[in-house]
């Protein structure tokens, strides 16, 4: 079983407050991932990150943000939820580049904004 | 552009049957593919992988088949059980920054 975790598992919230949705891992991966994904729908790559300090945007643009200040933890932030904001948001690592190796995933934070 | 898409949202098998389950890639560049079961509720699990070199892998109970010729991917699993229901992702990676995922198939196994 993959050692990442990402909490809550469940959020609702009202529009306009400030979330983070946290995500670790144990493994000692470099490369972190953040999918946004639609029930029963593809995962869209909305952030990743390479190692301490960086941090890129995926393919679907969001209106979110990261950090990677340690190995370990990527948080993700909402400065301002909106209704459009929810989905299911899924968080994963690997070990080396995605080309050669699986990811791990999280169980999923499911954002409900109201 | 770049994509993935499945041929059947849903499928429906009795158990102990063999489940087919298909992807449709459209980047013949396209080197590493691998296949995800998300059961409700929780994160995408890998099952199996497949390079571009090879055409077909076996793992437990779970084969994958590769045509690079018709650039299509397939999840067979043996003896179909209930535990096998869920939503199955294909996604490839053509050597740059992240997969790109399918919508996914939903899995019904029935009694």
């Known amino acids: 079983e993959a050692d990442i975790y990402q909490t809550p598992r469940y959020l609702v919230i009202g529009t306009g407050k400030k979330i983070t949705l946290e995500c670790s891992q144990t493994m000692g991966h470099d490369k972190m991932y953040w999918y946004q994904q639609d029930p029963g729908m593809e995962l869209h790559l909305i952030h990743y990150s390479y190692g301490v300090n960086s941090t890129e945007k995926g393919d679907l643009s969001s209106e979110s943000t990261v950090s990677r200040i340690r190995t370990e933890h990527f948080p993700l932030t909402l400065e301002s939820a909106r209704p459009s904001h929810t989905s299911q948001y899924l968080c994963?690592?690997?070990?080396?580049?995605?080309?050669?190796?699986?990811?791990?995933f999280g169980q999923g934070t499911r954002l409900t904004v109201v | 552009g770049e994509s993935v898409g499945l041929h059947l949202p849903t499928l429906s098998v009795q158990e102990g049957d063999n489940s087919i389950i298909n992807c449709a890639y459209s980047?013949?560049?396209?080197?590493?593919f691998i296949w995800y079961k998300q059961e409700s509720g929780k994160g995408p699990q890998f099952i199996i992988d497949?390079?571009?070199?090879?055409d077909k892998r076996q793992g437990q109970r779970v084969t994958v088949l590769l045509n690079k010729t018709v650039k299509h991917l397939s999840l067979q699993i043996a003896a179909t059980q209930p535990g096998d229901s869920a939503v199955y992702f294909c996604?490839?990676?053509?050597?740059?920054?992240?997969?790109?995922f399918g919508p996914g198939t939903r899995l019904s196994v029935l009694p």
């Open positions: 994963a690592s690997t070990a080396g580049p995605l080309s050669d190796t699986e990811a791990f």
């Open positions: 996604a490839e990676n053509a050597g740059g920054q992240n997969f790109v």
């Open positions: 980047n013949s560049a396209s080197d590493y």
């Open positions: 497949i390079r571009s070199n090879m």
